[in-house]
């Protein structure tokens, strides 16, 4: 059984930064592409950053390039997602998500496999 499992999350001021994990089992991670969508309620999964399933490849919306970093530990079946520079836009439910056709992938309904989330709220 594929389980994701998100921790991390919490309250930061703005300017902030926090450090999403993703703890993977029932897959392996290096063998699937990986993404993290955010979700604010009334508002549909907004995609977020993604990794193929080498690593060789990573994409974010200009919403939060050179802002947030996606990477992966393959030892510890793990994904991360480094905040920094933190606004409170940023504020949302983030959830992680794996793809089995390995390639990055920008769409929420594409993805096989999803954690049930991680509350992040960036105060003022």
Avoid at 17 to 36: E, K, P
Avoid at 66 to 80: E, H, L, M, P, Q
Wanted: hydrophobic share 35%; with cysteine.
């Amino acid at each position: 059984q594929v389980q994701l499992v998100e921790s991390g999350g919490g309250l930061v001021q703005a300017g902030g930064s926090l450090r999403l994990s993703c703890a993977a089992s029932g897959l392996t991670v290096s063998s699937y592409a990986m993404g993290w969508f955010r979700q604010t309620p009334g508002k549909e999964r907004e995609f977020v950053a993604a990794i193929n399933w080498n690593g060789a490849g990573t994409s974010y919306p200009d919403s939060v390039k050179g802002r947030f970093t996606i990477s992966r530990d393959n030892a510890k079946n793990t994904v991360y997602l480094q905040m920094n520079s933190l606004k409170p836009e940023d504020t949302a439910v983030y959830h992680c998500a794996a793809d089995r056709s390995r390639m990055i992938i920008h769409t929420a309904h594409r993805y096989d496999y999803w954690g049930q989330g991680t509350q992040v709220t960036v105060s003022s």
